[in-house]
């Protein structure tokens, strides 16, 4: 089991930054790749940020070239950090990870961008 616990989101201003930390606890060792995912209400999560192997990084669009993903393997934990921050960022956060059988979320974060 995997146990993930997501933190730092907030209400910023339109071009503000914040960093969403995620902590994983439980059998971390078997993780292979992780993720950061945003849902507003009546859609579906869409990933944002997706780290594999430690250093493969993938990103939406729309967060290109603004978010950042990282993990300090040291601390278990995950890292979002999100520059100049638009209206259209905003929603839950939640973190996810992956090992060979299952996947594990977290209970998310929310995010509020304001214009």
């Known amino acids: 089991q995997v146990r993930l616990e997501e933190s730092g989101g907030g209400s910023v201003q339109t071009g503000g930054s914040l960093r969403l930390s995620c902590v994983a606890s439980?059998?971390?060792?078997?993780?292979?790749?992780w993720g950061w995912y945003r849902q507003v209400p009546g859609r579906e999560r869409q990933m944002v940020a997706a780290?594999?192997?430690?250093?493969?990084?993938d990103y939406s669009d729309h967060v290109k070239g603004r978010f950042t993903i990282s993990r300090d393997s040291a601390r278990n934990t995950l890292y979002l950090q999100m520059n100049n921050l638009q209206p259209g960022d905003t929603g839950m956060y939640y973190c996810?990870?992956?090992?060979?059988?299952?996947?594990?979320w977290g209970r998310g974060t929310q995010v509020t961008v304001a214009s």
């Open positions: 996810k990870a992956l090992n060979e059988r299952e996947q594990f």
């Open positions: 439980g059998s971390v060792f078997r993780i292979s790749a």
């Open positions: 780290l594999s192997g430690g250093i493969i990084a």
